[in-house]
């Protein structure tokens, strides 16, 4: 079965700081990995995925994660963090051999920029 | 709209009533799923539909909760006999499906239901 864990209930940084959200995931093959995002009182967004190729992939709002197969993980990063990207962040994985299942998520890490 | 759609935005009702939630997907995406949200916790899977059948209904918590797509587009989840612990909201998502479902979810801003 798959799962994800997001190690982190919450992630304080100062604005113009560089962030990290932890993920990391189980499957029994290879995964599809997302990252979404979501502000109070409103539905999730995607930001990002990784399918395949390049280990970094870049995504919305200045954010990019890499995939590392050997760990497991899959960090959501971003250089300089701002105020603006203060929500709750979820990972999600796919088992790419059970292409017809949902998604999974994790629980969630909540980011706090501080001014 | 261009973006998933769900009805009613909030629902208040009795321990022990039956309960409809609508999602209205995106246009032209044949996947939709169902997921449940508790506070504190991150989306957890339902049900997925491909078309009109259920594809994968093993997230649902027991024979209380049911969920049909007719025509392959509007979804309506049944849920019967609330109970307190139902309470949650109730997030919809669709996709377009690709032979390796490699596509993104578009999410719903959910429907918040409250049992009292």
């Known amino acids: 079965a798959q799962s994800v864990a997001q190690p982190e209930d919450q992630v304080n940084v100062a604005e113009g700081n560089p962030l990290t959200v932890k993920c990391t995931y189980s499957v029994s093959g290879n995964p599809y990995l997302f990252w979404y995002v979501q502000y109070p009182n409103r539905g999730l967004q995607f930001l990002l995925k990784y399918i395949t190729g390049d280990n970094l992939v870049k995504g919305s709002y200045g954010f990019e994660a890499e995939f590392n197969k050997s760990q497991t993980s899959f960090h959501l990063k971003k250089p300089s963090a701002l105020v603006s990207d203060s929500a709750l962040y979820f990972c999600?994985?796919?088992?790419?051999?059970?292409?017809?299942?949902?998604?999974?998520f994790g629980k969630g890490t909540t980011l706090s920029v501080s001014s | 709209g261009a973006g998933v759609s769900q009805t009613p935005s909030n629902k208040v009702t009795e321990k022990g009533k039956y309960v409809e939630l609508r999602c209205d997907p995106i246009?032209?995406?044949?996947?939709l799923y169902w997921y449940r949200q508790s506070l504190g916790q991150g989306p957890e899977f339902l049900i997925y539909f491909q078309g009109t059948g259920a594809a994968d209904d093993s997230g649902l918590p027991n024979d209380r909760f049911f969920a049909v797509r007719p025509e392959g587009s509007v979804s309506t989840l049944k849920i019967q006999r609330t109970e307190r612990g139902d309470s949650a909201v109730y997030l919809c998502?669709?996709?377009?499906?690709?032979?390796?479902?490699?596509?993104?979810?578009?999410f719903g801003e959910g429907s918040r239901l409250t049992v009292l």
């Open positions: 998502a669709s996709s377009l499906m690709s032979g390796t479902n490699t596509g993104e979810l578009f």
């Open positions: 999600a994985v796919r088992d790419i051999s059970q292409a017809g299942t949902a998604l999974i």
């Open positions: 246009s032209g995406h044949t996947a």
